[in-house]
């Protein structure tokens, strides 16, 4: 069982920036997939970015340049660095993983990752 913690949520005005942080507490073995999603209200949960088990990086095209995803092994922590933001990115933001072979890219659907934190709020006002 994995437990992932977000934090680092809060309200900006548009083209400031935030820093959102995962922890997994405790022993976790194998490897995984991590990654920042977002829910927006009347919408679908969306990939944002992810970290696969060898350190590749993907980002939605809607956050390329402007986000930042990075991860520390040896904490179990997963980090989003977000510049400019923009109204259209306030949102729930979540932190989730699945376990995948070190080798394997990260899963396309949302509904395949299996481990969800509470999530965190981002609010970007015009």
């Known amino acids: 069982q994995v437990q992932l913690e977000e934090s680092g949520g809060g309200s900006v005005q548009a083209g400031g920036s935030l820093r959102l942080s995962c922890l997994a507490p405790?022993?976790?073995?194998?490897?995984?997939?991590m990654g920042w999603f977002r829910h927006a209200p009347g919408g679908a949960r969306a990939k944002v970015a992810t970290?696969?088990?060898?350190?590749?990086?993907t980002y939605r095209d809607s956050v390329k340049g402007r986000f930042t995803i990075s991860k520390v092994n040896a904490e179990n922590s997963l980090y989003l660095q977000m510049n400019s933001l923009k109204p259209e990115d306030t949102a729930m933001y979540y932190c989730?993983?699945?376990?995948?072979?070190?080798?394997?890219?990260?899963?396309?659907?949302?509904?395949?990752?299996?481990?969800w934190g509470q999530g965190t709020q981002v609010t970007v006002s015009s």
């Open positions: 405790g022993y976790t073995t194998g490897t995984y997939c």
């Open positions: 970290y696969d088990a060898d350190g590749r990086i």
């Open positions: 989730a993983a699945v376990h995948t072979e070190w080798w394997s890219l990260c899963p396309e659907g949302v509904s395949e990752f299996n481990y």
